[in-house]
């Protein structure tokens, strides 16, 4: 019991650990987030039923395991998260124009592969326990990813910070030609300083984040 739902509930985290990273808006609403906890809290329901109905599992008279009739529904609901991570991951590729994002994705999109190959193989060799391993590494993968992603992006907004902005210009200006020119431009929160003064610093962050999205959703980046 205890392995099905560490296998249920690690599949959630993970979805729920990407979607935070990557900022994927469409997921980050409530009614959204309510309707992809419904697979989990079924299959925690099937698997803390099973050890009195079997219908998830139970064990023979030489103490094997069983798979009962709702195993693989069990199963799907856990494959769902992932599933889900690698449909947003190729959205975020197509739609996003950034070369470190679209790369992330692309990471994340192989990750998410590499898991659902290995747990069907796992099932096809039962006796070799290559997923533990196989999901060690695909995690490690991810987390570098993340961490470079961390690395160039603001904590605040999820923007980029002036790190990416010296090295993206950088790249920028040595391809800058009179058939490809650069444009800049720069913006200004107008009375910025009052919203902190009349309001609290809290209530600026929240409205540095505001901007943020904006721009975000605005460029596609």
């Known amino acids: 019991m205890g392995s099905f739902l560490s296998i249920t509930a690690c599949a959630f985290v993970f979805f729920r650990f990407t ?20 697979p989990e809290m079924l299959s925690l329901v099937l698997i803390l039923l099973s050890p009195w109905n079997h219908i998830v599992f139970h064990l023979d008279e030489a103490n ?3 798979h009962g009739p709702a195993y693989l529904l069990m199963m799907g609901s856990a494959s769902l998260y992932l599933l889900a991570v690698a449909v947003i991951s190729v ?7 950034n070369k470190v994002f679209r ?34 590494a695909v995690i490690i993968v ?6 470079m992603s961390n690395i160039n992006s603001d904590a605040l907004t999820g923007l ?14 040595a391809d800058i030609s009179e058939h ?21 610093h809290m209530e600026g962050d929240l409205a540095l984040q505001l901007c943020g999205n904006v721009l975000r959703q605005v460029t596609l980046a």
Do not use: H, W
């Open 91 to 97: 959205i975020n590729f197509f739609t996003v124009r």
């Open 142 to 147: 991810i987390f570098i990813n993340m961490q």
């Open 180 to 200: 490809a020119p650069l444009y800049l431009y720069m913006c200004d929160i107008n009375s910025f300083k009052s919203i902190n003064d009349l309001y609290g």
């Open 103 to 136: 790369r992330s994705n692309v990471a994340l999109f192989v990750s998410v592969m590499i898991i659902i190959a290995f747990v069907f193989l796992d099932d096809l060799l039962p006796k070799v326990s290559i997923l533990p391993v196989a999901v060690f």
């Open 19 to 38: 979607i935070e990273c990557i900022r994927f808006f469409p997921v980050q609403k409530r009614a959204v987030q309510m309707l992809f906890l419904l």
């Open 64 to 66: 094997t395991i069983v």
């Open 160 to 173: 980029f910070n002036r790190r990416m902005a010296d090295d993206f210009l950088q790249k920028q200006f």
